[in-house]
């Protein structure tokens, strides 16, 4: 499968700070990135779909000016979590759609990054 | 009513053993399952993918699709202690499509 690699792995931050989050794809260029959050025994949740030189999609009930996701290259997509608060305390993952991936959706993920607001 | 339902689990079985894991969901219009593996506090590995009904096979582990039913399923045979872990099933409309996740089943195959 694809390399996706994500930094940092784990961070805590103070509770109104703003956290950034990189998300790289190793093996391909990559016009679409997905970020996702997950909680604890919980599915991944969408949060919004990341276009290369484009504005990124939120989905419903995501506040598009707390998450600001950037995709500038073709390889690199940021998630920055402004003015964190405890409750955006998860677990943060991109996943990445290969060239090829348009028509079935095969997506793949990066490891993922714990954030923990105090 | 959740798009896709899947049991959480835990499923503990011995090594060696048949595991069959499964979803169901109420979206007739899903073309695409997916099953990802995720180990604790990692990002999901994808295993397997289908297009529409029918079954498909990957050395130990074989999908299958029965959308007649709304029903889709992992089979793992052999199961290892490697294989513990989290399964999420996975489906979509289409290409370009959002993908809905069940919860995941949590495995844990005992040597």
């Known amino acids: 499968g694809a390399v996706v690699s994500q930094h940092p792995s784990r961070v805590i931050c103070k509770s109104g700070t703003s956290v950034k989050i990189e998300c790289r794809s190793l093996?391909?260029?990559?016009?679409?990135m997905f970020w996702y959050r997950q909680f604890p025994k919980q599915s991944l949740m969408l949060m919004a779909t990341?276009?290369?030189?484009?504005?990124?999609?939120?989905e419903q009930g995501v506040e598009k000016d707390k998450f600001l996701i950037n995709h500038a290259s073709l390889t690199l997509s940021t998630l920055t979590v402004t003015s964190a608060h405890p409750e955006d305390s998860s677990f943060y993952i991109c996943?990445?759609?290969?060239?090829?991936?348009?028509?079935?959706?095969?997506?793949?993920f990066g490891p993922g990054t714990r954030l923990t607001v105090t | 009513q959740k798009e896709v339902e899947q049991d959480p689990g835990p499923l503990s079985v011995p090594e060696g053993a048949i595991v069959s894991l499964n979803c169901t969901y109420s979206?007739?219009?899903?073309?695409?399952f997916m099953w990802y593996r995720q180990y604790s506090r990692k990002g999901p590995e994808l295993l397997m993918y289908?297009?529409?009904?029918g079954n498909k096979e990957d050395g130990r582990f074989t999908a299958q699709v029965d959308k007649s039913s709304k029903y889709i399923s992992l089979f793992i045979r052999d199961s290892q202690p490697s294989d513990s872990a989290t399964y999420l099933c996975?489906?979509?409309?289409?290409?370009?499509?959002?993908?809905?996740f069940g919860t995941g089943t949590k495995l844990q195959v005992i040597p």
């Open positions: 996943s990445v759609l290969p060239p090829t991936g348009p028509q079935t959706n095969e997506q793949y």
């Open positions: 093996d391909f260029q990559a016009t679409t």
């Open positions: 990341s276009n290369e030189g484009s504005k990124a999609t939120y």
């Open positions: 979206n007739s219009a899903f073309q695409y």
């Open positions: 289908t297009y529409s009904s």
């Open positions: 996975a489906m979509c409309l289409g290409g370009y499509q959002k993908v809905t």
